[in-house]
């Protein structure tokens, strides 16, 4: 039985391409090549990527794919954990630093930040009181110079690798 429902909010990618590139960590199958940019597709390739997507269709996940502010997200989470109470919720948001709202400000990136460190948390707060089970992650992108000049070289990412500032970090260990 599948004891976990996902939420994901993704503010660049359609729901397409991120299950493209699920079935691509888990077949090895780059985007491009499931796409038929790279080569031709095999039958055990087509075999593969059915595995990973049967996979992926026996989740209970939603996807919302378009920019939109902070505090509806929060409030369609709230309503996506009541319709799957029984199970434990996790609400990605990819690239949170995007969503309307937040690019529209004057304010710095630690301003932002805060502001939505403050939402996340007074969400992750109300559900643990309502009795829901509930995890948050939150996906950012790597600043492009520090990518390709430590990446490349397979180093893991540290956190003043991230776009923007310190305070991601913060928000991540004060919701853990």
């Known amino acids: 039985e599948n004891r976990i429902a996902t939420c994901w909010y993704s503010m660049e990618d359609d729901a397409d391409k991120i299950i493209k590139n699920r079935i691509s960590i888990e077949t090895g199958l780059s985007y491009n090549f499931q796409c038929g940019e790279e080569g031709k597709i095999t039958a055990e390739d087509i075999e593969a990527i059915t595995i990973a997507a049967n996979r992926f269709r026996n ?3 939603e996807f919302v794919d378009e920019p939109t502010k ?7 989470f709230r309503n996506f954990c009541s319709r799957h109470e029984d199970k434990i919720n996790i609400l990605v948001i990819d690239n949170f630093f995007i969503s309307t709202g937040l690019e529209e400000t004057k304010e710095n990136d630690t301003a932002k930040e805060s502001r939505v460190a403050s939402y996340i948390q007074n969400l992750n707060a109300s559900l643990q009181a309502q009795g829901y089970k509930a995890l948050i992650i939150v996906l950012d992108h790597l600043k492009k110079e520090l990518f390709e000049n430590r990446i490349s070289s397979a180093y893991r990412p540290l956190p003043g690798m991230l776009k923007g500032s310190g305070r991601k970090g913060q928000i991540l260990t004060q919701l853990i």
């Not at 902070?70 to 369609?76: Q, V, W």
């Open 59 to 61: 989740n209970t996940i």
């Open 70 to 76: 902070m505090r509806l997200i929060s409030n369609h």
